[in-house]
């Protein structure tokens, strides 16, 4: 969740902290129903793992050089005061970055880019049933948004 979740999900800020929360119910769910094997991934210790990588969760969330290279464009974009909007601005910009020379197109993404070696500290046994995660999904009440164990 620290590695891989960070650099493929784009989510606005304010929905960063439903992430762990909903990981928890999904985990909650999964053992209500018999659907993880508890004793090769006990549900305590995986949501012991969320509550230890809660917080860390965020900031890789919210780290820029997290972003895909289309995103990074665009916060680089909005930084330089070019409203995404604004189709003339924003071609005048790529227009312009284009024109960068490459070198300095390649430090401006190797500046930008992920070097991290944090894996997923949280997993679940892929040898074990597979529920069909859009049914189990929607029977994750919002509601339980902030519901911590």
Known sequence: MLGLFPRKVTLDHEDVGLVVPAVRSFLDFLASTGRIDQTRAPVSQLLAEL?????????????????RAASRLSLAMQADGVGINDPVATQSWIEAFNG???????????????????????????????????SCLTRISLTQRGRRR
């Not at 509550?51 to 890789?60: S, V």
């Open 100 to 134: 960068w020379p490459s070198s300095d197109q390649e430090a401006f993404f190797a500046a930008t880019s992920v070097t991290s070696d944090v894996t997923s500290r949280v997993s679940l046994p892929l040898d074990g049933p597979s529920p069909s995660c859009a």
């Open 51 to 67: 509550d230890e990588i809660e917080e860390e969760f965020g900031t890789a969330m919210r780290a820029v050089e997290a972003y």
